[in-house]
Structure formats: C-alpha cells, structure tokens
C-alpha cells in the first residue's frame, strides 16, 4: 500500500540537511519521551498507541449504534466544540459528497448531519431548529470535560425540543452521550437520564481524541467505514513509530518545521486545493495551535484553500511580510474526472486545455504556485496524500497527531495541555454571574465601562 511521504525539497533554499541531521539526537530523545511516557503532558499519550490497542468491542458497539441511528432517523445532530466537533466534521467533509446533507433521499442512505455547540449564535440555533423541523432527530453530545459552556447550552435547548417531540422516555433511545467514564456534569446527566453513553479514554485529550468515539460515532452515522480509518491509522503507527530520520516522514516534517520557525518563519499554512479538505485545516490548526502556542512562543498556524485564496491571500503570501512557510496537503490522484469540453468557436480561447481534466488543471495550479511562492521567498513543504479515502485520512490524523507531539517536545513546551484557553472562560464566567466569579465582576464591568 503506498503511503503518505514528505517532501521539503522547496525549502531546501531556507534550510540545509546538515541542520536536520544535527538535530537527530533530540529527535530521538523526542521519540523516547513520546513512546515512554517521560515527556511533559505524559498523561495524555494514549493515542500514542491507539491504533494498536484500541478497544474493538467499542468500536463494535459504535458500528452498531451507527447503524441503529442511519434507521432512526433523518437527522443527526453533533453536538461539541474544539476537540470533541473537528475531527469528526473533517472527516465526514474529506470523505462524503460535497454536498452530503442535500443529496435526495435515494443517493444518501445515511442522516442529514448537522453541528451545534461550536458557536454561541442564537441565529445558528434558530435556523438549525428550523431546518430540523418534522424530521426524526438522534443526538450525540460530545465533550470529554462534560462542563463546555457552548456545547453545554446548545444540548440544553436540543433536548428540551427533543423531550417536546419524543417526550423524556422517547429521547433516552435518541441521545447519545460521548463523556468521560466518570466525571463531569454530562456523565452524570446520561446516567440520571438513561441516555448510552461513549467513553473517550482519560489519557487521550480532546484534540487527540478522534480516533476515539469522539469522532468516530457521527463519522459511521455519515456512513465511512472506521474500520478503514483505523487501518490507516495502524499503518502510520507502524511506519512511524522509529526515530531514524531519513526513514520518518512525519519527524521530518517535525524537525524542518521547527528549523523554519527558528530562522523567523513563524506563520505556518496549511494549503488545500480541495474543498472537502477545509475542516481538516481546521482540525489541524486546533491540533498546532493549541498545543505549541504557549510560553509566549509557537507557530501560528493557519490555513488557506486554494484556488479560491489564490484571488485573495494570495497576494499577501506571495509579497507579504516574510515570516511564512506553506505546507500543502497534495492529493496525488484524484478518482473523479471531469473533462473540458470543446466548443466551436474558441470564444474563451481555452480550446488548448481540451485535451485535459479539471484535476489536470487543478495540478497545474498548484505547480505554477509552488514555483511562484518559491520564487516569492516563501518556503515549501509537501505532505503528498495518494488519495481521498477513508485509510488515508486515518493515516493523516496520526501523522499530524505524531508530528505534533514530536514538535512540541523539539519547542521546548508542553503539547498536550492547553491553559490559555482558561482566560476568557473565566471572564465569560465572572460577566455572566457564576456562583463562585463574583470577585473581580466590578473590575471587569468598569474596563468594560458597563459601571
Ligand atoms: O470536550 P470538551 O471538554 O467539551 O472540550 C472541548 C474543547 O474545549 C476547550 O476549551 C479546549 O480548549 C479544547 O481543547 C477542547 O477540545
């Protein structure tokens, strides 16, 4: 089976390979840290070695309720936020029709799916509930902590809707509850309430975690075979699970990336020419940014789609301030084929690409810009993908999930926490009048000028 490879040679003009290879001793000290649970965070490596020992009767139990779900109902609602919504949402865009939830009934055997609880607009509640209306509902909430509050108050108001349709003994068949084993206000609700709960494992973190009934129940419900997933998942593990450079793609992408940050290239994007790849930019860039944004240093990550950037951030990586490396998600071959047709009269005069498919073209885009970012001053990394397919997106989850920890450990920080995120939840807390907030309430009303 081929496989996913890294290719730096566009960046070779920024860095050299006597770089890479000085820093081969760390990389090995990295993968130590990753695979012996000495590193900082080491309570959260459970993915580490999850496509080996994950737990097949779960697994089993998810087709299962996948498939009790597809029967039940028309729709299927994901509830969650950062760790516990991305990755599912990147996997049913990467690998469902691109307009999944509009296919007619006979094409899509699989519920319409939608999200909630990764925003707090009151119009994308409205509009959601609108759009269910007289349609059989299943609900997954999701998040690990148990206490998000956005996800929180949207499963609040899901479930009051659901208890009017389904009355409160007809919703314990139709949510599902994918929490901690023991902890939290979600866990104990399910247990109160009778709702089948899913448990993500205490040391796989929320942006580790789809590869866990976190993602993986809404990725059956749309219909992809986890199975697959998990393979590809596997796949990687075994590929990468050695410290030798010149053999691990994914170290590799680790080192180069962190050579590149030390020499001021401190943005990082993440470039698609394919629309079903956007949610796997957002997935990524909660992986990155979370996990090596902190001690005042890190990459910032950050993603683009192009062509469709082409004709507007364009511009600025091309000519812009100097600080950017680019890595592109190259699919290498792609199964749809659409033609260009030939007209009579060459009034577009594109009579000359007649011989070619839109992918041919596509390729041709991102050739042109490769060379033209390159000769811009702008660095390029290639992540090459064989394919849009279940077993490749499951190998791409472990190689981002892998590269990260590595790089981490390479920045000196800890990967697999996340305190920044605590700010402004305590602020929301205190402004909104929590129990237990009231002290710094005036302060915070007075720098509002609210007092
Ligand atoms: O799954 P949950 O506990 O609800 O967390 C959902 C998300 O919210 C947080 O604030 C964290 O920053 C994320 O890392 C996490 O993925």
Not at 164 to 175: A, F, H, L, S
Not at 179 to 206: C, H, N
Not at 244 to 252: A, D, G, P, R, V
């Amino acid at each position: 089976m081929s496989k996913i490879t890294f290719n730096y040679s566009k960046a070779l003009g920024y860095i050299g390979n006597h770089e890479i290879k000085a820093l081969e001793p760390t990389i090995d000290i990295a993968h130590k840290m990753l695979h012996d649970k000495t590193g900082l965070g080491n309570d959260f490596l459970g993915w580490v070695d999850l496509p080996a020992f994950y737990d097949k009767k779960e697994l089993e139990k998810i087709k299962e309720t996948a498939e009790k779900i597809q029967n039940q109902s028309d729709v299927l609602i994901v509830v969650g936020i950062g760790g516990s919504y991305l990755g599912a949402r990147a996997a049913i865009e990467m690998l469902s029709h691109s307009f999944y939830n509009l296919l007619p009934k006979n094409k899509r055997k699989t519920p319409e799916i939608y999200f909630a609880g990764h925003n707090m607009s009151a119009r994308y509640i409205k509009d959601l509930l609108e759009i269910i209306e007289g349609k059989d509902i299943s609900l997954n909430v999701i998040s690990k902590s148990g206490t998000t509050t956005e996800p929180a108050i949207a499963f609040r108001i899901l479930k009051a809707y659901m208890e009017n349709k389904y009355g409160k003994e007809g919703v314990k068949d139709r949510i599902y509850a994918t929490t901690d084993k023991e902890q939290g206000a979600l866990k104990t609700m399910s247990e109160e309430e009778g709702y089948e709960t899913f448990v993500i494992p205490d040391d796989v973190g929320g942006r580790y975690s789809v590869l866990t009934a976190v993602g993986f129940l809404p990725i059956a419900v749309a219909g992809i075979d986890i199975g697959q997933v998990m393979e590809g998942a596997y796949e990687a593990y075994k590929d990468l699970n050695n410290s030798t450079l010149e053999k691990n793609h994914c170290y590799q992408y680790a080192v180069v990336r962190n050579i590149l940050y030390n020499k001021g290239k401190t943005v990082e994007v993440l470039v698609n020419y394919e629309p079903s790849l956007y949610y796997m930019g957002e997935w990524w860039k909660q992986l990155f940014g979370e996990s090596e944004g902190k001690d005042h240093k890190g990459i910032f990550p950050a993603s683009v789609n192009f062509s469709t950037d082409l004709h507007s951030m364009g511009q600025y990586i091309q000519d812009g301030r100097r600080n950017i490396f680019e890595t592109v998600l190259h699919i290498e071959s792609l199964q749809e084929e659409v033609l260009i047709p030939q007209q009579e009269k060459d009034l577009d005069g594109l009579n000359y690409l007649t011989e070619k498919t839109v992918d041919d073209i596509n390729k041709g885009i991102f050739e042109a810009t490769l060379l033209a970012h390159d000769d811009g001053g702008v660095p390029n990394l290639i992540i090459n993908i064989p394919e849009i397919s279940c077993y490749f997106y499951g190998y791409l989850v472990y190689f981002f999930e892998k590269a990260c920890g590595i790089s981490g450990y390479l920045l000196g920080v800890n990967p697999f926490d996340q305190p920044g995120v605590e700010a402004y939840k305590n602020n929301m807390f205190t402004l909104l009048g929590k129990r237990g907030y009231e002290k710094q309430r005036e302060e915070m009303l007075k720098r509002l000028n609210k007092l």
